[in-house]
């Protein structure tokens, strides 16, 4: 029988399962491959239509092939010329480049067939060790991976709930219609200040939007800006395969950053030479640390880890100094539905309870990771039937840190998040869709 492959999620994490299978494979294999909303290869992440939305990592570092390091930029330098290896491409043309990269691959192994389905997975059951996917079909497979992508924020805390189904709230930042609703407002509120926060602002300043921006957060972070920095970088100070407390790395941390102002060297850098440690680090951390890292420290290094484009914040700063945004510091703790705006209620630690109305509110909060709180129907099914469980931070599935979940079934990108912590960007995905394209083809 036909070793037959199920992949569920048609974004960068399934789609460099499929290529990494197309490459490696010499045995016949039949992949059949499910995205509901028929996105393959781009997902949500690169089907944006904006140009001015960024990657926010370089060119040189975006190839979707471990042996090809150099695979995006030769892309860029036939077709988008204008593009180094050095810059921060448009999202839209790396979308274009995985599928192109697609297109060319698919049918250069003969002994590979790939069905794609634009259908919605309502259930998946396991007997007699072959799955069982339902649509409005069933398909079977012996083996399935779990390429879930990110999901829809969670809806802001609040006591009211009205303004949930109001056409003038977004849980979607991406929505296709989302800008055009908003630049017909005088005031909107996005809640959450991280990067996708950013997108949103420069789609509404493509769009000549003039009204007023209030952006409000727990600690009112902003993104730092990847910008060129002539000092040089700190040297390594992560000792490999070390384990480390989360006391311990916090007071490495701060020294390094101590040194590196003391010694004009690069204080990015102090981040980015741990990254090839962080999940071995991450691994490692006792339940205790990771709940600390948590609910202390994961808000200030989002900010460290995950930068912009200096083009991306140049458009905030000016937004800024225009006075166009109001950066509020505060939670939500209700949203009430008034007439044609919102009221929404916030606190602070020193302040206490306030309110201030908009006329529309986009959720910028963050993916939601806590798979009992995901309102698919697939992800309750799959949980109801026992096919995985959170992973015990409630941060993505519980796995093995090569995805495995059980026999024959893994996980990669997203879902193993509360895993490996570092598994949401290309570097570790494609590195992920490697080794298990490997495992799934010959196991």
């Known amino acids: 029988m036909t070793n037959t492959i199920a992949i569920v999620g048609g974004g960068i994490s399934g789609t460099l399962t499929v290529l990494n299978c197309i490459k490696q494979s010499k045995s016949p294999l039949k992949i059949i491959w499910f995205d509901a909303k028929n996105q393959f290869c781009k997902g949500l992440a690169y089907s944006t239509t904006d140009e001015q939305h960024l990657l926010n990592v370089r060119a040189n570092n975006m190839s979707i092939f471990v042996d090809e390091p150099n695979h995006f930029v030769n892309w860029l330098t036939q077709y988008y010329p204008q593009y180094s290896g050095h810059n921060f491409?448009?999202?839209?043309l790396f979308g274009e480049y995985?599928?192109?990269t697609f297109d060319v691959l698919k049918n250069t192994n003969p002994l590979i067939s790939i069905q794609q389905?634009?259908?919605?997975?309502?259930?998946i059951k396991k007997k007699n060790n072959v799955f069982e996917l339902k649509t409005t079909q069933t398909y079977y497979a012996q083996k399935l991976?779990?390429?879930?992508?990110?999901?829809?924020p969670a809806h802001p805390r609040s006591i009211s709930r009205e303004f949930i189904e109001s056409e003038n709230y977004f849980q979607n930042a991406f929505h296709p219609t989302i800008i055009q609703q908003a630049i017909t407002k005088k005031n909107i509120t996005i809640i959450g200040s991280g990067l996708t926060m950013i997108d949103v602002l420069i789609s509404l300043h493509h769009h000549s939007f003039s009204g007023k921006i209030n952006i409000i957060s727990p600690h009112a972070y902003i993104p730092q800006s990847h910008t060129e920095n002539p000092l040089p970088s700190v040297k390594p100070f992560i000792e490999e395969h070390k384990i480390y407390t989360l006391i311990e790395l916090l007071s490495i941390v701060n020294?390094?950053?101590?040194?590196a102002k003391k010694e004009y060297l690069n204080p990015h850098?102090?981040?980015d030479v741990m990254r090839p440690h962080l999940q071995f680090i991450w691994m490692n951390f006792s339940l205790n640390e990771k709940q600390q890292f948590l609910r202390h420290l994961r808000h200030k290094w989002g900010v460290a880890r995950h930068r912009a484009p200096s083009e991306s914040m140049a458009i905030f700063k000016k937004l800024e100094s225009s006075r166009m945004i109001n950066l509020i510091k505060g939670r939500v703790n209700d949203i009430k539905t008034i007439e044609s705006c919102f009221e929404i209620y916030f606190s602070d630690s020193k302040i206490g309870q306030q309110s201030f109305k908009t006329e529309f509110i986009i959720n910028c909060t963050g993916p939601e990771s806590d798979y009992l709180k995901i309102p698919s129907i697939l992800v309750q099914n799959l949980v109801k039937n026992g096919i995985f469980a959170p992973d015990s931070i409630h941060y993505g599935i519980n796995a093995a840190k090569n995805g495995e979940i059980s026999p024959n079934l893994y996980a990669i990108g997203p879902p193993l998040k509360g895993i490996l912590w570092e598994s949401t960007a290309v570097p570790e995905i494609r590195l992920q869709a490697k080794e298990l394209a490997a495992k799934i083809i010959y196991n």
């Open 89 to 92: 491409a448009p999202r839209k």
């Open 98 to 100: 995985v599928q192109a």
């Open 117 to 123: 389905i634009a259908e919605e997975i309502i259930d």
């Open 145 to 152: 991976v779990l390429a879930l992508g990110n999901f829809l």
């Open 255 to 259: 020294q390094q950053l101590k040194k």
């Open 269 to 271: 850098s102090v981040i």
